[in-house]
C-alpha cells in the first residue's frame, strides 16, 4: 500500500507539446549551428569580412551617384542610405535564418538525406527549413541597422515607439516573402534534381530592392512590385518609418503578399513531396 500511494505521488515527467516542443527543437538547432561555425572560426570571419566591403561598396557607390545630384526621384541621400541599411537588414536577416536551408534542399534530394527526415516525428517543412542558422548573417542585419542609425542622425530624425514598431513588422513581412519565394524555388529540385540556379538567380534580385521604388515605371515597376515583389519587401518598411507613404494599400498589399506567398509555398511544398521518389533506393 505505501508502495502504491507513493508511486501515485511521485512527479511526473513534463512533455513539451505543441509550440513548446518546436522551441525546444528549434533551441537544439541553434547549439548545433554555433557548434558548427565554431570548428570553423576563419571561414565565419572571412565571410563576415567579405559581407562588410561588399556592403561598404554600395555605401559608397550611392556616395559617388549623390556627388553630381540633390535627389534621385524624390529620395535625398540620406534617405536612400537609410534604405541600404533597412536592405541589408531583412537580407541578412532571412540569410541567418533560412538561406542555407533553402540552397541545400536540391542536396536532400539528390542525396536521399530527405528520407530521414522525413521519417521524424516533427513537421518536415520545420526542419527542412530552419535546421541551421547561419550565425554571421545576424552580426551583417546588425551592420544594416548600424547604417540606418547612422542615416537618421543625419536626417535630424527619430521615429517614434509605434512607427518603428511598424517597421519591424513589416521587416518581418519582407523576411517571410523573400523565405516563402525561394522555398518555392527550391522545390523546383524535386522534379530537376538542381535547382541552384534558380535559387542563386532570385537570390542576385535581391539588389532590385535597394533601389527606391519610383525609379521604376509601366511594366517593371509592376513586375518587381506583384510578380516578384522586390520593391514591396524594403521600400514599404522605410517608406513607413520615413512617412513616405503615397498609399496605406501599400502596406495592405506587402501583408497580402507574404500570406499568399506563404500559402503558394507550401502548395509547391505539399505537390513537390507527392511526387518525391526516394533517392537513396
Known amino acids: 500500500m505505501e508502495h502504491e500511494a ?12 505543441g509550440a513548446g516542443r518546436y522551441f525546444r527543437i528549434y533551441g537544439e538547432m541553434w547549439k548545433n549551428s554555433v557548434v558548427r561555425e565554431m570548428s570553423f572560426k576563419t571561414n565565419f570571419l572571412m565571410w563576415i ?3 562588410v566591403l561588399w556592403f561598404a561598396l554600395q555605401l559608397s557607390f550611392i556616395s559617388v551617384i549623390y556627388l553630381h545630384t540633390a535627389e534621385i526621384a524624390t529620395w535625398s541621400k540620406w534617405e ?14 532571412f540569410q541567418a535564418l533560412a538561406f542555407t536551408n533553402c540552397t541545400q534542399l536540391s542536396d536532400l534530394v539528390r ?14 517543412r520545420f526542419l527542412v527549413s530552419l535546421r541551421q542558422v547561419d550565425l554571421g548573417g545576424f552580426l551583417n542585419a546588425g551592420f544594416g541597422v548600424a547604417v ?3 542615416a537618421g542622425r543625419h536626417l535630424g530624425y527619430v521615429p517614434s515607439a509605434g512607427r518603428l514598431a511598424g517597421f519591424l513588422g513589416l ?12 522555398f518555392a524555388l527550391s522545390s ?11 535559387v542563386w538567380g532570385y537570390y542576385n534580385l535581391f539588389n532590385i530592392s535597394r533601389l527606391p521604388d519610383a525609379v521604376f515605371h509601366g511594366f517593371f515597376k509592376a513586375f518587381f512590385r506583384f510578380a516578384v515583389p522586390m520593391l514591396l519587401v524594403v521600400n514599404v518598411p522605410v517608406k513607413t518609418l520615413l512617412r513616405k507613404l503615397e498609399s496605406p494599400w501599400e502596406v495592405a498589399g506587402l501583408l497580402l ?22 533517392a537513396s533506393n
Open 171 to 182: 521587416c518581418a513581412a519582407g523576411v517571410l516573402i523573400h523565405y516563402s519565394l525561394m
Open 6 to 17: 507513493k508511486s501515485r505521488t511521485e512527479t511526473k515527467p513534463v512533455r513539451l507539446g
Open 148 to 150: 540606418m542609425i547612422w
Open 257 to 278: 503578399m507574404a500570406v499568399a506567398c506563404l500559402v503558394l509555398s507550401e502548395v509547391v511544398w505539399r505537390v513537390s513531396l507527392r511526387h518525391y521518389t526516394s
Open 188 to 198: 523546383v529540385s524535386f522534379w530537376t534534381v538542381r535547382a541552384e540556379g534558380i
Open 111 to 124: 542525396t536521399g538525406k530527405l528520407d530521414f527526415m522525413l521519417l521524424l516525428p516533427v513537421n518536415s
Open 80 to 93: 536612400v542610405i537609410m534604405l541600404l541599411g533597412a536592405s541589408q537588414f531583412i537580407q541578412q536577416t
Open 49 to 51: 569580412v567579405v559581407e
